[in-house]
């Protein structure tokens, strides 16, 4: 008389096979994150920079905004990069580029992981991105291709 069903071996086999596929498919999960909210960091990058180029038509100087900005017009632009900054991987600063005034040149800098945002998100390829009024796009990271 033969029995149905799966012997401790089958189970075990099916378990390590399962777990093989898993440990190869989790990194390039995480990497298909990583790289989707990084993505999402610089699509709003350049919607800021927009929005920073109409305040400097209107009154001939950019702003300096952050998650600390207490000016109303500074408040306008935005800090972090997702829906809710408790969620977001990406928190932004405008500030006035290195050796310039705020007047003539701004850098949008999105650091990832700060305190104000999701402090576990990392992105160790690329780390803060930069995006500045003259059109320089920057990363602080070792990887040699973040902004494509």
Known sequence: MRRQGFSLIEMMVALAILAIVAGAALPAWNSAVIR?????AQALLLALMQQQERYFTQHNTYIAFSS??????????????GRKAETSA?????????GEEIRNCIQLVATPGTRRVDARFKDRQC??????????????????????
């Open 36 to 40: 989707a909210r990084r993505i999402e």
């Open 127 to 148: 780390e803060a991105l930069t995006l500045t009024s003259t059109g320089l796009r920057l990363a602080s990271g070792p990887a040699l291709q973040c902004w494509r």
């Open 68 to 81: 600390a900005a207490s000016d109303p017009a500074a408040r306008q632009f935005q800090w972090w990069t």
């Open 90 to 98: 990406y928190e932004v600063e405008g500030r006035a580029c290195e």
